[in-house]
Structure formats: structure tokens, C-alpha cells
């Protein structure tokens, strides 16, 4: 799948389809050990297979709203006799996969660096069914609170995963499309992380021409920030015998995607949208006005405490607004603008009206030009 037609396929779509929960409804449900299973989710034979040998299945229901697909909790008892849950998503069309599989490959990725910090992943693929084609994701379902999460043990898992990870082809990149809310973004390998990041932000700005159409002089901007804005604030990175390492970040983490297991108190994160980048890219998703929990300070505090800032030191405030750039615009293009666009606008203006002004004579197309 080309990345334009990804783009092509999300234009039309923010969320799941409508043919999806009527498409689901003409499943036929499997039986568990020769027994039918209750509840208000069809559960597919082919998802029932994928359990783990001695699972006995009782019931599959709706649990939880979900933006871009429908999701299920599905009750067992496991081989040993005590009660196993699943968490079961599901999602359509050609981009339901690629979200699904990117979903699937970043939690086997940070389950495999930060096993106590992720549900565990089994499997994704495809049901056998007629109309649109319908994919699924398995995972272990995990009942979260409502409480914010401990700053302290959010930080160390995080640090942790971040040192730990190791990037398979020592480049930036991830070996599948990965997306953030329901919208691929650039993950293609790349050994230098100015160019990366560059190549991410490109991304993000053709989803938004292509989704939203044009908006007052944001691509310009876009264009000033890469041109004589990146260069100055992430170059320094990458010069002086200085190196950046590819740390494996969740890629999208919000509020939304961190809870707290209800029994054991133990943080977990979900929903990934993984890929390797420079640690701190992960904590610039903090600064959005999308959080309402680890926008506070405290956890960014947290963070830094234990794993340092990277030099130069004084350009960290900035390069956070950078990456908070990237994560902004990408969110305007699954939001259609929204108030991730103007976000994402006033982090521009601010940078390039400190390292890179336009100059007094320069054409800057305003608003009511488009």
C-alpha cells in the first residue's frame, strides 16, 4: 500500500465504518469446546482458535468506546481453571489493517523490551467474512482505573523502555506503518534524526493539505520550520561528535492510552503507535492541550530526573515545541484541524519568529488568499 493510498482511504474516513458493526452482526459465532458462547459480540472460530490450548470460552461483549474501531472483552477460564479476560479490537477496510497490524507490531515491539508495562499482544488477521474485509486484534485485557497514574512508576517503565529498547537496524524508523489515531505516518528507516524528523513532518503536511485542503500560510510555515528552523534546533544534535540513539517510543501517548491495572496498581500503556526516534519526541506529546494528566509538570519533571536532557541542554524547551509540532499536525489531520491546528500554528510562529523571522518584504500568504 502506497502512502497515497493511505491518504486516499483516510480522506473518506475518520472512523470506523459504518458497514462495520452491521458487517460483524453476519459473523458466524464459533463455539468454545462444542459450547456456544454468550454475550453481544459475535467471536469469530478463527479468534477462538488463536486462545491458548485448555481455554474454555464463556461470553464476548462490547466493552469500551473506541474512536476508530469496536471492541470487545472476551471471558474465559484458562487451562489452569482460573479466569483469563481478553481484549479483543476490530476494524475495517484496507486502512483497518494496516492500523491493526502497525497496533499489533508496536505492542509485540515494546512487549518484548518492557513486558511489565504493555498488555500482551497475540495476534491480528483477518475474519472470514463477506462485504468489506474486517481485521482483528488480540490482546490481554487488562481493567484499568480511573486515577491518574503514579508519576514515579509512569516515568521509570517509561525510562526504562526508552534505555532498554534497541533499534534492529540502528536507524530511526519502524519495519511496518505505524498510526497514530486512526492515520499512517512515515516510519520508512532513516540513519540521521534531522532527516527523519523531517520526513515524519512532510508526512503529517500532506495528510493535512490532502484531508483539510489549505489553511492560512500553515504550509509555509511548515516549510520555514524545515528549512531554517530544524537545522538550527535539532542539527546541534547531530554535530560535535554528538549522536542521537533510536529509542523505541508508544508513538502516541496520551492520557487516553495510560491506565492503571484496577487490581494490582501497576501502569500499563496501549494503543501503541511505535517506531524509533529520539526519547525525548515521547514527552512532547505531554505538552498538547489534549492532556489533561501528564500535561503536569510533574511528570515531565519526573521523566527528565531520570534520564537526563540531551545537549545542548538550553535548546530542550525548543525542541520539545518542535516534536510537539509533528504530534500536533499529525493530530489536525485525524481531527480535521480542530485545535490541534492551532496549536501546531502558534509552536511555528513562535519558532521561526526566534530563530528564522520572515523578512519584512516576504510574501507570506495570509488567510483569505486561499
Not at 530511526?172 to 505516518?185: E, R
Request: glycine share 8%.
Amino acid at each position: 500500500m502506497t502512502y497515497r493510498g493511505l491518504v486516499e482511504i483516510e480522506s473518506e474516513t475518520a472512523g470506523p465504518s459504518i458497514s462495520l458493526a452491521a458487517n460483524l452482526s453476519h459473523i458466524i459465532p464459533g463455539k468454545s469446546n462444542n459450547q456456544v458462547i454468550g454475550g453481544d459480540f459475535p467471536l469469530a472460530q478463527i479468534i477462538i482458535d488463536q486462545l491458548p490450548p485448555g481455554t474454555q470460552v464463556h461470553a464476548s461483549d462490547r466493552y469500551g468506546p473506541s474512536a476508530y474501531s469496536l471492541t470487545a472483552r472476551i471471558t474465559t477460564t484458562a487451562a489452569d481453571g482460573g479466569t483469563k479476560f481478553y481484549f479483543l479490537k476490530c476494524a475495517d477496510t484496507v486502512q483497518g489493517k494496516v492500523m491493526l497490524e502497525g497496533q499489533f507490531e508496536s505492542m509485540k515491539e515494546l512487549y518484548k523490551f518492557a513486558s511489565g508495562f504493555v498488555p500482551k499482544p497475540y495476534t491480528w488477521g483477518q475474519l472470514n467474512v463477506s462485504g468489506p474485509d474486517i481485521y482483528y486484534l488480540l490482546m490481554d485485557f487488562i481493567e484499568m482505573t480511573n486515577q491518574n497514574p503514579d508519576p514515579v512508576q509512569l516515568c521509570t517503565k517509561l525510562v526504562g523502555l526508552h534505555q532498554a529498547s534497541v533499534s534492529p537496524t540502528g536507524m530511526f524508523g519502524f519495519h511496518v506503518v505505524s498510526c497514530p489515531g486512526q492515520l499512517p505516518q512515515q516510519t520508512t528507516w532513516n540513519p540521521s534524526w534531522v532527516d527523519y524528523y523531517v520526513q515524519l513532518l512532510r508526512g503529517a503536511m500532506r495528510l493535512n493539505t490532502t484531508i483539510n485542503g489549505r489553511w492560512k500560510n500553515l504550509e509555509q510555515c511548515v516549510d520555514r520550520l524545515i528549512s531554517h528552523v530544524v537545522p538550527q534546533v535539532l542539527g546541534p544534535l547531530e554535530s560535535d561528535g554528538r549522536t542521537v540513539k533510536p529509542c523505541l517510543i508508544h508513538g502516541n501517548l496520551w492520557d487516553g492510552n495510560i491506565g492503571t491495572d484496577f487490581e494490582t496498581g501497576e501502569v500499563y500503556i496501549f494503543a501503541s503507535s511505535a517506531h524509533y526516534a529520539h526519547n525525548e519526541m515521547e514527552v512532547a506529546m505531554w505538552r498538547g492541550n489534549l492532556n489533561k494528566m501528564v500535561s503536569s509538570k510533574v511528570y515531565l519533571n519526573n521523566y527528565l530526573s531520570r534520564t537526563g536532557i540531551s545537549e545542548p541542554a538550553e535548546q530542550f524547551d525548543d525542541r520539545n515545541r518542535i516534536y510537539s509540532v509533528y504530534h500536533t499536525l499529525h493530530e489536525s489531520a485525524c481531527e480535521n484541524g480542530s485545535s490541534f491546528r492551532e496549536q501546531c500554528y502558534d509552536n511555528l510562529n513562535y519558532l521561526i519568529n526566534k530563530y528564522a523571522p520572515f523578512d519584512e518584504g516576504e510574501d507570506v500568504v495570509q488567510e483569505d488568499e486561499w
